[in-house]
């Protein structure tokens, strides 16, 4: 068995969970990640630089191990330096994040939507990462069970030149909406948190400013396309699941708190899945959580 495989199957092994299997490893391996990762390099050998790649789609949709697996196949099969970061590790502090919820909205105390990242940190990673005179560089790691970013010491170290840049996350790549689709609410956190459209406007405005420069940098984009929204809470309770057993310490949410989380993600979650042929690739995810096919 070939190195990158033994990596492969390793990795996979190691996300399963009980009632989560991986279902048919060693052949979503060959019909699907192989002939994509082939695509992708040769996309990348036209380029004199390094290559970007977005990765989205919705909460629990499997964004994280999918990039893992494309970093683990570029490295050990094409023998590629990857650099594989999410856009939840540029998340504002706690504290800026309160700041921000007195001065412009409540509901910004909440992580997640457009407007909680520290925009210009991540576009200086980007653009530090694509320089041809490259220099080490460490990337933010964001601790959810704590909702703040880790200390310094912790961040990522980035100290070859990458060759592909894997940039996920659940709202990579996403667009703004036109004013009148912002006034009538998704939920009810919408309907009676936000009656004067004070927060979807201040999210808009920046997916249409700042995200958007980020996203520019992207040269390709990915998307895991979910069976319907449903999907969302179902897996993203699973992920609650996950960050239990591996650590009991760690602070975790429960049914309740989850279903008022993902209302923070629904309206561009929901946008972003109408809007899935805007990308260059789209992954389309089945109900057991399994790849059905990949549109190239």
């Not at 897996?235 to 429960?254: A, I, P, V």
């Not at 042929?277 to 549109?295: G, L, Y």
Request: glycine share 4%; net charge positive.
């Amino acid at each position: 068995m070939s190195d990158f495989k033994k990596k492969y199957l390793k990795f996979v092994k190691k996300q399963e969970y009980i009632g989560e299997k991986f279902q048919d490893k060693q052949k979503q391996l060959k019909k699907f990640y192989l002939p994509f990762c082939k695509k992708i390099f040769k996309l990348y050998k036209f380029k004199n630089r390094p290559f970007v790649i977005g990765l989205s789609g919705g909460q629990g949709s499997g964004k994280s191990t999918i990039s893992q697996i494309l970093k683990i196949i570029f490295h050990s099969y094409f023998n590629l330096n990857v650099a594989c970061f999410s856009i939840d590790d540029f998340y504002k502090t706690a504290l800026e994040r309160r700041k921000m919820s007195n001065y412009v909205h409540p509901l910004f105390l909440t992580r997640g939507v457009p407007g909680t990242h520290d925009c210009k940190m991540l576009y200086n990673v980007l653009r530090a990462l694509l320089k041809k005179n490259f220099k080490s560089i460490r990337i933010p790691r964001f601790d959810k069970s704590i909702d703040d970013r880790f200390k310094f010491r912790y961040w990522q170290k980035i100290q070859k030149k990458p060759d592909i840049i894997i940039f996920e996350g659940w709202c990579v790549g996403a667009k703004h909406q036109k004013y009148e689709e912002l006034k009538k609410p998704v939920n009810i956190l919408e309907k009676y948190e936000d009656t004067k459209l004070t927060w979807r406007k201040k999210v808009n405005n920046e997916l249409k400013t700042s995200y958007k420069k980020i996203y520019d940098l992207i040269d390709k984009k990915i998307y895991l396309k979910v069976p319907n929204f449903k999907y969302v809470l179902k897996w993203r309770l699973l992920q609650e699941k996950k960050l239990r057993s591996r650590s009991k310490k760690k602070r975790t949410m429960d049914t309740k708190q989850v279903k008022r989380f993902i209302m923070f993600y629904e309206r561009l979650t929901k946008n972003m899945s109408k809007r899935y042929q805007d990308n260059d690739f789209v992954i389309f995810i089945d109900k057991r959580h399994k790849i059905k096919s990949i549109k190239f």
